[in-house]
C-alpha cells in the first residue's frame, strides 16, 4: 500500500484518500499526515457507513469460461454485488485451471471502482458433479436454455441465492437431469440466447437488486 500510494498514485502529505472497514462495512475519509518506510500515518476527516451492500448473500457458481471471459464474469459480478463466486468444472468444460490471486486482486479492484465495502470470495476450482450444496434447495437457481423463456424471479424474502451458469457449450442433458433431480429451480433470462459470461453477469445484477 505504501509504495502504490507513494510511488504510483504519488500521493503527498495533504492528500486525502477513502479507507474502507470490510468487518464493519464503515468508509473513512482521511489526509495523509506522513510516509514512514513501512506505514503511512492518517488523520480521519471522517466516516460513514457503507450502504452499497445488498442485504442478500449471493454466490455465483459459475463453469470456468475461456481467455479473458471468466475474468470479466469476476470484474463485472463483483460491480452487481456477488458474494461469493465459486469456479465450476463442467463435462463442456475446456479451460480447467484459474489463477485465484489475480482474479481475487480484479474483484478487490472492482470493489474499489463500484464503490462496495466488501471484496468477494473466489473459492478454489470445484467439479460440479461433485459438489455438495448446502442450504434449501429453493435458494438455487440453475440457468439454462431449456427452462421457459423469461422465467428467473428472486423473491424478495431470499436471504441467498445460488446462481448456476454453465459453459460456453452449455450444460449436458446429464447435468440438467442433476439440477431437476435436486429440485432446484430450472430458469432462463428471455428467449435470446446470451454468452456464459453475459448471462452470469445479468443474472447477478438481477439477484442483487431483487430486494
Known amino acids: 500500500m505504501v509504495y502504490q500510494w507513494r510511488r504510483v498514485l504519488r500521493l503527498t502529505p495533504a492528500d486525502e484518500v477513502i479507507l474502507v472497514d470490510q468487518n464493519s462495512l464503515q468508509e473513512a475519509v482521511a489526509k495523509i499526515i506522513s510516509f514512514l518506510p513501512d506505514s503511512v500515518v492518517v488523520e480521519i476527516v471522517s466516516t460513514k457507513h457503507l450502504d452499497t451492500e445488498s442485504d442478500k448473500q449471493i454466490n455465483l ?3 470456468v469460461l475461456k481467455k479473458e471471459n471468466f475474468e470479466l464474469v469476476v470484474q463485472k459480478a463483483t460491480e452487481c454485488g456477488v458474494t461469493k463466486i465459486i469456479p465450476l468444472i463442467t463435462e463442456r468444460t475446456v479451460k480447467q485451471n484459474i489463477k485465484l490471486e489475480r482474479l481475487q486482486k480484479i474483484a ?3 470493489c474499489e471502482q463500484s464503490g462496495r465495502g466488501q471484496v468477494p470470495i473466489i473459492e478454489e ?3 460440479f458433479n461433485l459438489l455438495d450444496m448446502p442450504g434449501d434447495s429453493h435458494s438455487v437457481y440453475f440457468f439454462s436454455t431449456e427452462a421457459e423463456a423469461g422465467s428467473a424471479t428472486f423473491p424478495e424474502d431470499l436471504n441467498e441465492i445460488n446462481i448456476f451458469i454453465g459453459p460456453e457449450g452449455g450444460w449436458t442433458e ?8 435436486k429440485k432446484w429451480h430450472i430458469v432462463s433470462l428471455g428467449s435470446r440466447i446470451l454468452r456464459a459470461e453475459t448471462a452470469a453477469i445479468v443474472a ?4 442483487g437488486t431483487s430486494a
Open 125 to 127: 476450482v470445484q467439479n
Open 108 to 110: 478487490t479492484e472492482a
Open 61 to 63: 457458481y459459475c463453469a
Open 174 to 181: 446429464q447435468e440438467i437431469a442433476q439440477a431437476k433431480a
Open 204 to 207: 447477478t445484477y438481477l439477484a
